[in-house]
């Protein structure tokens, strides 16, 4: 039997292992674990992903060169990208915190709209809130048209809640610093005042769920407690352009300035609506109002802004429809039964009103 010689003086028997025949040493003394190849490609055995194409028949006898691949392997970019860390988000530790001469507002989560804004509309859920339901607001309107003699409808008292927020986190204290709180805010709702008052059926519904006020006329706004007066509101108003089922929105902001800067301290938002040639304040009352007087040095600037909603078919059908929504309510009520008169026998028609049998007798 002949025994080809390779060019290296080794012979290549086919029962001898070659060092592909065996997975590579480590530097550990330990062996790898095989891998096995595709026999279809095996002119493409060694490619750039297999682990083997790092490693030459001189490398498996090397411990040093086999610890330096796997190094290098573990240090690929796509091991890192692979890695469960990479896809965490960041550490905390590397957000910066916030610096102490920012303002209050800008440390707390961000408010939708303005300041103002955020205040009547309630959107100020990032701030630990306060509630005090001892307030009360007494409403009162007083005609003032030229010419004619001032008068003035029952005044209306409806209790609140009011609510103020922390505007610094308590998480976030700033050293040195007072503690900052927002006016009190509240939401009186004088339509739902008016179905509590008048839905049960003893009672005559008015024709409009709101409070009844001249064409042109003043209205006034009283904020108290139950044993002193907080703040008032004095809010002239012109209702005779306003057309029928149109609505008129009033709003007013009270700014203090002060050293420190320009602060809103006071904000209402009314809304008058003229229902069948009557003028009623309706719906919601919006307030924005603080518990102590401002100090003697500072200005106040007041701002008012007025906007006519003109009346649309949807708007005049509602309008119309609100009125009368109480008297539908007490007419839906099921009725007494009425007993059947003993004198009549279950199969005797009932007598004709009186009228009817007068005219009866004119015809005979």
Same mark, same amino acid.
């Given at each position: 039997?002949?025994i080809?010689?390779s060019?290296t003086?080794?012979?290549?028997?086919?029962?001898?292992?070659?060092?592909?025949?065996?997975p590579?040493i480590?530097g550990?003394?330990?062996?790898?674990?095989?891998i096995a190849?595709p /026999?279809?490609?095996?002119?493409h055995?060694?490619s750039p992903?297999?682990?083997?194409?790092?490693?030459?028949?001189?490398?498996h006898h090397?411990?040093?060169a086999?610890?330096?691949?796997s190094?290098a392997?573990?240090q690929?970019?796509s091991?890192?990208?692979h890695s469960? /860390?990479?896809?965490?988000?960041?550490?905390?530790?590397?957000?910066h915190?916030p610096?102490?001469?920012s303002?209050?507002?800008?440390?707390?989560?961000p408010?939708?709209?303005?300041?103002?804004l955020?205040l009547?509309?309630a959107?100020?859920?990032?701030h630990?809130?306060?509630?005090a339901s001892q307030?009360?607001v /007494?409403?009162?309107a007083?005609?003032?048209?030229?010419?004619?003699?001032?008068r003035?409808p029952e005044?209306?008292?409806? $209790?609140?809640?009011?609510t103020?927020y922390?505007?610094?986190?308590?998480?976030? $204290?700033?050293?040195g610093a007072?503690p900052?709180?927002?006016?009190?805010v509240?939401?009186?709702?004088?339509?739902?005042?008016?179905?509590?008052?008048f839905g049960?059926?003893?009672?005559?519904?008015?024709?409009?769920?709101?409070?009844r006020v001249?064409?042109?006329?003043?209205?006034?706004l009283?904020?108290?407690?139950s044993s002193?007066a907080?703040?008032?509101?004095?809010?002239?108003?012109?209702?005779?352009?306003?057309?029928? *089922?149109?609505r008129l929105?009033?709003?007013?902001?009270t700014?203090?300035s002060?050293? *420190?800067?320009?602060s809103?301290?006071?904000?209402?938002?009314l809304?008058f609506a003229?229902v069948?040639?009557?003028?009623y304040?309706?719906?919601?009352?919006?307030?924005v109002?603080?518990?102590?007087?401002?100090?003697?040095?500072?200005?106040?600037?007041t701002? /008012?802004?007025?906007?006519v909603?003109?009346?649309?078919?949807?708007q005049?059908?509602?309008?119309?429809?609100r009125?009368?929504?109480?008297r539908?309510?007490?007419?839906?009520l099921?009725?007494?039964?009425?007993?059947p008169?003993?004198?009549?026998?279950?199969g005797?028609?009932p007598s004709?009103?009186?009228?009817?049998a007068?005219?009866?007798?004119?015809v005979l």
């Amino acid at each position: 039997m002949t025994i080809a010689i390779s060019p290296t003086g080794h012979s290549a028997s086919p029962h001898r292992s070659s060092p592909l025949s065996n997975p590579p040493i480590q530097g550990d003394g330990r062996r790898a674990r095989k891998i096995a190849i595709p /026999r279809k490609a095996s002119h493409h055995a060694h490619s750039p992903s297999s682990p083997l194409a790092h490693h030459s028949p001189s490398q498996h006898h090397s411990p040093h060169a086999s610890s330096h691949s796997s190094v290098a392997h573990s240090q690929s970019p796509s091991a890192h990208l692979h890695s469960p /860390r990479a896809a965490y988000p960041p550490s905390p530790q590397a957000v910066h915190p916030p610096s102490p001469s920012s303002s209050p507002l800008s440390r707390s989560h961000p408010l939708l709209g303005s300041y103002p804004l955020s205040l009547l509309h309630a959107r100020m859920a990032a701030h630990k809130p306060h509630c005090a339901s001892q307030f009360a607001v /007494r409403v009162r309107a007083i005609a003032t048209r030229p010419g004619q003699t001032p008068r003035a409808p029952e005044p209306l008292v409806l $209790p609140f809640t009011a609510t103020y927020y922390d505007l610094v986190s308590e998480d976030e $204290p700033v050293a040195g610093a007072a503690p900052c709180h927002s006016p009190w805010v509240a939401d009186v709702d004088l339509e739902a005042h008016y179905f509590a008052a008048f839905g049960d059926a003893q009672s005559e519904p008015p024709a409009y769920p709101g409070y009844r006020v001249p064409a042109v006329g003043q209205l006034q706004l009283l904020i108290k407690t139950s044993s002193a007066a907080v703040h008032a509101f004095v809010v002239p108003y012109d209702l005779s352009q306003l057309a029928a *089922g149109a609505r008129l929105l009033a709003r007013e902001r009270t700014y203090v300035s002060s050293s *420190g800067g320009e602060s809103l301290r006071y904000a209402l938002q009314l809304q008058f609506a003229c229902v069948d040639g009557s003028f009623y304040l309706a719906r919601t009352l919006k307030l924005v109002f603080t518990s102590s007087p401002p100090d003697a040095g500072c200005t106040l600037r007041t701002e /008012r802004a007025d906007e006519v909603v003109p009346p649309s078919s949807v708007q005049s059908a509602k309008s119309s429809m609100r009125g009368s929504a109480l008297r539908r309510s007490i007419s839906s009520l099921p009725a007494a039964p009425v007993s059947p008169s003993p004198s009549l026998s279950p199969g005797t028609p009932p007598s004709p009103p009186p009228a009817a049998a007068e005219q009866h007798r004119g015809v005979l």
